[in-house]
């Protein structure tokens, strides 16, 4: 059964997701850093609902915001030509186990990718996290070679020094919970 989602409703949630992305102090790239050759396979095509978690309490939020199908195409890119997919065009690297790094075009503005992390389970579900470069250790972004710039960002230009800091990112939070910032479920054969 598709959940519908009334349209104010789905503007207000959205419009805090931006705010909560612009706040966030990602990581980014000028070029793409996962190649179409260096890229894997997490997803299974399929019908697919999103929905945001709040960073508060950890629960889902006025349930799916976005629904449609997921399908891997051309260059090792997702897509959906549903309306609106947060993720369009992603591409991810494993990290191992059920661990993936993911690249996400920005939608607007210049040229630009972000990274995250998310996690794919067995039954058709898939965590995301938007690691925020201020969490990372100090220490640890020194040693990397990281800064966050003015608006708090850490460009990154080489897909090993990404895979080195999210995997640093990992080991930190080892043991903890770590912000989902987002659900996607499969529904549906």
């Known amino acids: 059964m598709r959940t519908l989602v009334r349209r104010d409703t789905l503007m207000r949630i959205l419009a805090v997701i931006g705010l909560a992305l612009l706040a966030a102090g990602c990581f980014y790239s000028d070029e793409e850093l996962i190649s179409q ?5 997490p997803l299974e095509d399929g019908y697919f609902v999103h929905a945001p978690v709040d960073p508060e309490n ?3 939020w006025a349930g ?5 199908e997921i399908r891997r195409g051309r260059g090792m890119r997702y897509y959906s030509r549903a309306d609106n997919f947060p993720h369009n065009n992603s591409r991810f690297r494993s990290m191992g186990g059920n661990v993936w790094l993911a690249q996400i075009p920005a ?5 630009a990718f972000s990274y995250g992390l998310m996690w794919v389970y067995e039954d058709g579900v898939i965590a995301y996290h938007i690691p925020d470069c201020s969490e990372l250790a100090e220490a640890t972004r020194e040693e990397i070679g990281l800064a966050p710039d003015e608006e708090g960002l850490c460009k990154v230009d080489d897909l090993g020094v990404l895979e080195q800091t999210m995997s640093a990112y990992l080991i930190q939070f080892e043991g903890e919970d770590m912000r989902i910032d987002g ?3 499969r529904v549906g054969d």
């Open 37 to 41: 050759r260096l890229a894997g396979e």
């Open 58 to 60: 950890g629960v889902e």
């Open 64 to 68: 799916a915001t976005w629904e449609g």
């Open 107 to 111: 939608r607007d503005g210049p040229r």
């Open 183 to 185: 659900i996607y479920r």
